[in-house]
């Protein structure tokens, strides 16, 4: 990833953490219209797990200049989705749902260069757990 489009990803993600939980329910509205046959993957209550979410996605932004911390745990991530059931083209979905509710909460803010940003970052962040829980 470029400086540039680090930023990109830092500067909108902040723009995203006011309406975290707002985004959190738009997030998983969207997965589960997405592929419905995910929602089972989801136990318990939807809203702290919108909150994990949150804070997993804001360290990541936060670590993404830093990728010698970032991998390890992108890396422990993809083993325990394995575990949870998660499958390879789940991720593809995920990454559908993820760039349109930062659409949706970015509105005219979601530029063709914040979207590019986004869709490396994610790239990066699913290639990695998908890696790690391809040699689990």
């Known amino acids: 990833m470029t400086p540039e489009q680090i930023q990109l990803v830092k500067d909108s993600w902040a723009q995203v953490v006011p309406i975290a939980d707002k985004a959190a329910e738009l997030f998983y509205d969207k997965l589960f219209e997405l592929d419905p046959e995910v929602r089972p993957l989801f136990k318990g209550n939807m809203q702290e ?7 997993t996605l804001n360290i990541a932004v936060n670590s993404i200049d830093k990728l010698d ?6 890396a422990q991530m993809g083993k325990r989705h394995l575990d949870y059931g998660v499958k390879n083209e789940h991720y593809d979905t995920v990454g559908s749902a993820l760039i349109w509710t930062l659409e949706q909460g970015l509105q005219e803010n979601f530029t063709n260069d914040v979207k590019s940003a986004w869709l490396e970052t994610y790239s990066l962040v699913a290639g990695t757990m998908k890696s790690a829980a391809a040699e689990a």
């Open 69 to 74: 911390t970032l991998t390890p745990v992108l």
């Open 49 to 55: 797990q919108g909150q994990k979410l949150m804070a």
